[in-house]
């Protein structure tokens, strides 16, 4: 059977996102959109010009779409879809100061991808990314576990990079793990983290790690801060192409994920980061790891941080 996905939005995120996916080649098709006429086709013709480079056979199609929906038709059928359209932070801005205009956007996005692929799974990393995650199921109507966000996968990937670094070790020596929101209510969760199967406490002080901590939760913010204009894409996009990897495969990877939280950690009713497993219909189980009673207790105002704000979204 063809496998087909679809990213929506052509900025730095998406065309980095697209590009990954293609490489892989593992995909038929790979669908890049954007409103801005010509640059989606144009990227997409220059993806395709490193086919033989990069010995991958997968199609890069670029479409132009228009706020009534013209275009969509591109993205019929899709398996998957990863949706990035939306606005970047400038320096200085949280990520929920974005909330306004992207929730119009990823509203009009979300509706037009339900009418041409009712069965595709989606995944939104546009920000705010634990609200734009709700506002996609909403405006989709999909299945909860068919939606989900990306941000666990890179918030662990910068942690783990920033402790690999400060010991002197290869990342793959490093295992971390960070849950709760995409924002200030992030929760690290040292009591996972280990080096060489190491506790972590056992490398670095609690100062340090603390800190390392407080580098993970502002990591963002950092990569603003150093661009001026326009946020972090690389490691984003690595995270958000493995998702759609592990969607298309079937594999049943756990990873930290925006998921539907229904009873697990005696937390319901809100998308949250937690570890999932993921497979062709999407979330196929919330994994719950034991956690210390202060990261219990943390995730737990991260989930009623984000509750109230994804209430707000309903009416964006
Ligand atoms: N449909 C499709 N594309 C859209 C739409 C829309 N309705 N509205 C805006 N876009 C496109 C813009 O034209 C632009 O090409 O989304 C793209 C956004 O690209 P960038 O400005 O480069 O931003 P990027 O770094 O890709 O970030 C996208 O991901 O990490 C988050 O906070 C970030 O919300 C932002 C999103």
Redesign the pocket.
């Known amino acids: 059977m063809s496998k087909k996905v679809s990213v929506?939005?052509?900025?730095?995120?998406?065309?980095t996102t697209a590009m990954r996916l293609a490489e892989y080649n593992i995909f038929d098709t790979v669908v890049l959109?954007?409103?801005?006429e010509g640059?989606p086709e144009g990227l997409a013709l220059d993806m395709n010009q490193s086919r033989s480079i990069e010995n991958f056979e997968t199609k890069i199609i670029g479409a132009t779409?228009t706020?009534d929906g013209g275009g969509y038709e591109a993205t019929a059928n899709s398996d998957v879809i990863v949706i990035?359209?939306?606005?970047?932070?400038k320096p200085g801005m949280s990520?929920m100061d974005?909330i306004g205009v992207?929730a119009g956007?990823v509203r009009?996005?979300a509706e037009n991808i339900a009418k041409h692929s009712p069965n595709a799974v989606i995944i939104v990393?546009?920000?705010p990314?634990d609200e734009?995650t709700a506002l996609a199921q909403l405006a989709s109507g999909f299945p909860r576990n068919r939606v989900m966000g990306q941000a666990g996968m890179l918030d662990t990937a910068r942690f783990t990079n920033f402790v690999a670094e400060k010991l002197k070790v290869p990342v793959g020596s490093v295992k971390t793990l960070t849950l709760g929101s995409h924002g200030d209510t992030m929760v690290p969760v040292p009591s996972r983290c280990t080096v060489d199967g190491v506790a972590l406490t056992q490398k670095l002080s609690q100062e340090e790690i603390d800190d390392l901590v407080t580098r993970t939760r502002n990591g963002g913010a950092e990569v603003v801060a150093l661009l001026k204009t326009?946020?972090?894409?690389y490691a984003?996009s690595a995270a958000a192409a493995r998702m759609a990897k592990a969607v298309i495969e079937d594999s049943g990877a756990v990873m930290p994920v925006c998921a539907w939280v229904d009873g697990e950690y005696g937390i319901s009713g809100v998308y949250l980061g937690v570890e999932a497993q993921i497979g062709r219909g999407g979330i196929t189980k919330v994994v719950e790891t034991a956690l210390s009673q202060s990261e219990l207790a943390e995730l737990k105002v991260a989930a009623e941080a984000v509750r109230a704000k994804q209430a707000d979204v309903q009416s964006l």
């Open positions: 929506i939005g052509a900025g730095f995120y998406g065309s959109t954007d409103i801005v640059k779409t706020a990035t359209a939306g606005l970047p932070r990520r974005l992207n956007i009009g996005v990393v546009s920000n990314l734009m326009g946020s972090a894409y984003p």
